[in-house]
């Protein structure tokens, strides 16, 4: 077969790309055990510089209103009867993007065709039917027995084909930025273990890079994230340490005041920022030795204070240049393949869904579009059919189109869930959290979806063992923890009902 790809970046930049050991990317993802097992595979993730990685051993996930927590272990897993080492492993896309142009230079019969837009597609009769006909900015034209469109949210490949896609803005910008600490303390936890709180207005995520960098998304309203990228970095940094810490009450009355200075045209400065979190903490009652306070001695060596291991380590400044947003936005292609006019088309990752980077899936779906998509045409191919038929392209639609839904539906849930402050809603999802932490099959569910296989088979346990149903199953179970929540209360407000019952809008 031949393959060309068509990119309208410059690849060289890409290929070329090199950074200090010490500084990262700020775009990074987590990439999960099944994306890298895909990625082994084929080959692809041998070039990736796994120096520059950072597993993640453990992930703490907790709800900034009710302070209900819940936490996944790699430890807790196996994978063909070995434990399994880590839960995701934090990579720099362009550590990933070099490494698979690195595998594609190697690869032949594939075309790299970069700094070229396509401007516009075509259709062509031809054997009875449509073929899609591409026009590059280099005056070059293509005609495709089968165009696949990977080409992001604003998909030109979708649009010709003429498929609809429904989905909506979440008033969220993601907020990302490379952020210095210092190492973890030798009788603490190392940087292995993922953070995310989740606050009214977003959850905030700390994931490692390595013993002194890691990254953050800070999803919030897009006025915060706004003022939030204007502030003097120390300003953000103190902002951060906050966030992980401070009870929600005085976390909004700290965005009220960064906004106000926003609105006035000036900014917050540190020593208004940190007089404001003293007194707060004081109010309070919180220690400034203790592990609850961002104002306690940034990483001094020595025995940790209780709880440590519960906050990420404090922010010490921000890697200069990398603070930037992302609106973030829900949608979903009515259909991955084309029909009609559009025949011979078919869409993967961003181009047929974009999900909230809560659950840092959307990258992994895309992954698995791929690998479904090369089995199929592999399939295709191997009884001689054509590729580009509809018939031949259903078997990727079905591995896929229910499988991107799942989690899709349930991300859009869980943030629904956790940007609320309303009392009754608040109260069921803290039994909520707690009774999922009690539940090993849910337990097992969440982390199975984060690319694990099997979680350890002890007597007693519920449901081990089980198959890679993830996210099915913590959508159930989120349904199963409203009706314990329901046990346990007999009364839930109309609110929380509402919010289970609805539709995914
Ligand atoms: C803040 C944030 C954090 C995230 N974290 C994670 C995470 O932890 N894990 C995870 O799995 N996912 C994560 N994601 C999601 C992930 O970044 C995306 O799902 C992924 O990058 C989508 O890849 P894609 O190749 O499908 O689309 P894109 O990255 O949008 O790529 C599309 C490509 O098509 C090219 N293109 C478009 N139009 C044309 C044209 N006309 N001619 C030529 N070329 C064209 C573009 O140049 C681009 O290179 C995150 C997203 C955000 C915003």
Known sequence: MRVTLIEAGDLSKTKAWRLPPDAYSNRVSSITNASQEFLRGIGAWSYVDETRTGPVEEMQVWDGVSDARITFSASDMT??????????RLTENLNLQRALLRYLESSPGVELVDKVKVESITNDDREGNSWPVVHLSDGRVIRARLLVGADGFNSPVRTYAGIQSYGWAYDTHGVVATLVH?????????????YQRFLPTGPI?????????????????????SALKSVDPAVLVGMVNAAFRLPEVSMRYLHERLLEAHASGTSITLQQLQDEVRFREMSHSIDSNSALSSLSALGEPGIPPEGAESYPPLVKSIQPGTVASFPLRFSH??????????SRTVLIGDAAHTTHPLAGQGLNLGLADAEALAHCIHDSLSRGGDIGSYTSLMSY???????NHKMLAAVDKLHKLYSTTADPVVWARSVGLEVLNELDTLKAAFMVSAGSHQVKSTPGQLGVGIAAQGLEALARGINDAKNAGELVSGVLQSGLRQLFRSSPR
């Open 79 to 88: 994978s063909n009867g070995r434990p399994l080492g880590e839960l995701s």
């Open 333 to 342: 292609a009515d259909t991955y393949i084309g029909e009609g006019q559009g």
């Open 182 to 194: 210092a190492p973890r303390s030798p009788y603490g936890p190392q940087n292995t273990v993922a």
């Open 205 to 225: 995520a700390f994931l490692p890079l390595s013993d002194t960098a890691s990254t953050m998304v800070w999803s919030t309203k897009p006025h915060i994230a």
């Open 397 to 403: 639609s079905r591995a896929r189109y229910f499988e």
